[in-house]
């Protein structure tokens, strides 16, 4: 037996104990183990049932990724689950925290499945770019049915063990502790003469009526929620298998179709972004051993658009949370839509009507500073003006208590002259959500020249308890993530003036994946918004810098955006789909004259390279100057805040996937065509000649 696996006897019972930290994840080691300790407890005569436990804080979380484009060392886990599902003692695996793909898998695998309450289960590995490989698509269609199996494994989302429990997926839930659950349990197996019952040989659920149409179905509406992904497709025809073929065949068609997406570059892309998520939680040059601050209550200042949000972020992870504003209308107003948007839940079931009450009752609002007095940290989302930012940091100096957190979520301001206004500048940090900010995950965790080690690790360790991505940035204007979608954006206009369409461009980067495009994005935060970074921007323009116009046009016309009704598009009362803008056009042609260009037709390539192409350049730039800690920060910044494509692994991922040099020529061609914006970034020039990669930084 390996360290990783330990077989015990229990009087008739074997016990087999993973132990694998920190997710026992199925690694080499893991896989052997199980093979040996399942075939050992078949041989030994007296053994007459089996429990599988994992040790630690989770059961199986799938198969080690690590593992993946590697060459594969046997036994693998089909093999391995064969085993399992085969013998002839009746098996339970006892399921607590997550068992998640390669692990559930082994758990379909075994006879029974029982789970404490507090588990979950899922089949993630679509999430990765990959489908279940190790019979899951061919076992859980035949617990759960055709739909529900389908619903988690082209979704990848997890489900909570009640759940799990009404979908037959598990036997029965129990409380407290796992291996006296997984041995009575197993104890009444043997007291009733219950055997095996394999899930490979229960096919009524695969078999019933009006599955091909629900495949047909799942597999358009999989088209148009996941364009141009590849394994979701993938999934629906290994579970299209399950349907049409024996269990033996079935397993052979999954093994293909795995192996298909373990060789797409989806797959490396979206594992980069796995690990990358994880590094971004790295501190460079923060000792292990820095303790972060305690945090039991919050503040925020301010409830509007961000506040309210932000306010919600913290009732959501249970922390008591006061919202203070100027005026008892103000308050008033941002009350009301926390409620409303916990509302909106309730109203679409992913919220009971308890819940909204118990985190309703999480939220205080105030008018007064001295209310503050004993919050372990505020986040202020007041107007973006240095003079109220001012105000604001002058009162919380006066009345927060010594070590309180002073954060603010300026999204260009800087936070250094903030924190200048402080008498302590080393508490106070920036905590740069996205809108919704209660539904973005993404949260750039500013670092300002005097923030202390310790506030920044209670920011990422806040972060994590807010359920968000913290990636950790520096001062400069927009940080990483907005600074570089000014350029995105620039070159989105620019190429409007040069005879592109709205339409044209935003369906161009849709195409490339992009979850919106970039002029739809502009419409809907407010043309106003974009208009008053680009009139501060033109203060700092280098030499041959010019700025579009077309901005400036829509502006003098009162189109703000959707908050008007018009802008870069039409938006009809009746909320249809945009229209085009019929007093655009005009502008446009306006706008060329103004640079003394003539409008022509503009490639959907041109249009991906040069919206892409200025993020690289943009990043590289970042990179340089520290203001990003790595280029896997920056791909982890637009995975989650920006709508970048999963399956491209993010703008450095991708832009190593198609060859810097190649990169490089086509900004140097736009440099020569285009101007100042495109001079080259020297890091990326340097890469190039070094023929190295952003991922070798
Ligand atoms: N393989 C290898 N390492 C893994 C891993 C896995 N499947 N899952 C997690 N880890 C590592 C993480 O990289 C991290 O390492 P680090 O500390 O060095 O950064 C450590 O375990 C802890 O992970 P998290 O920080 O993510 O811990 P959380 O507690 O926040 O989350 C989790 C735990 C929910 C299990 C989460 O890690 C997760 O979702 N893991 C991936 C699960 C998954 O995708 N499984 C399917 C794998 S593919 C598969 O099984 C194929 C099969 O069908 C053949
Ligand atoms: P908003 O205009 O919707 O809300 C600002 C709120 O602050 C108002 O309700 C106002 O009454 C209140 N306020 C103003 N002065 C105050 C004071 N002295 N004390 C208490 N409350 C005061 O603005 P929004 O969009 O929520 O932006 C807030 C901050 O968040 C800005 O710094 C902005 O740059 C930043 N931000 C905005 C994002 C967005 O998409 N809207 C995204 C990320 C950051």
Redesign the pocket.
Known sequence: MSEAVQLERRGEIALVTVDNP??N???HAVRAGLLAAFRQAEADPQVRAVVLVCAG??FM??????E?GKPPQAPS??EVVDVIESASKPSVAVIH??A????L?VALACHYRIARRDAQVG???V??G?????G?TQRLPRLAGVEKALDMIVSGAPIRAGEALDSAIVDELFDGDLVEAGLAFAQRLLDRQLGPRRTGERNERVREDGLAELIAHKRGEAQKRLPGQFSPQRCIDAVEAAIQLPLREGLARERAL?QQCLDSPQRAAMIHA??AE??A?RVEGLAADVQPREIRSAAVIGGGTMGVGIVLCFANAGIPVTLLEVNEDALQRGLDRARSLYAASVARGSLSAGELERRMGLIAGVLDYAALNDADVVVEAVFESLDVKRQVFEQLDAVCKPGAILASNTSSLDLDAIAAFTGRPQDVVGLHFFSPANVMRLLEVVRGKATANDVLATAMQLG?RLKKVAVVVGVCDGFVGNRMIFQYGRQAEFLLEEGATPAQVDRALRSFGMAMGPLAVRDLSGLDISHAIRTRQRQTLKPGQTLPTVLDHLIAAGMLGQKSGTGFYHYAEDGRAPQDNPALPAMLEQAAAERGIVRAPVSDEEIVERCVFALINEAASILEEGIAQRASDIDVIFLNGYGFPAWRGGPLFHADSLGLPHVLGRIREFHQRLGAWWQPAPLLERLVAEGRRFADL
């Open positions: 920190p997710v994840a199925l690694g804080r989770t979380a799938g198969a080690d990724i690590r993946f886990l089909p925290g997550t998640l793909g390669g692990g898998e089949l993630p590995e999430k990765l990959l489908l279940p490989g190790a899951g795995f796995f690990f994880r590094e939680a994590k």
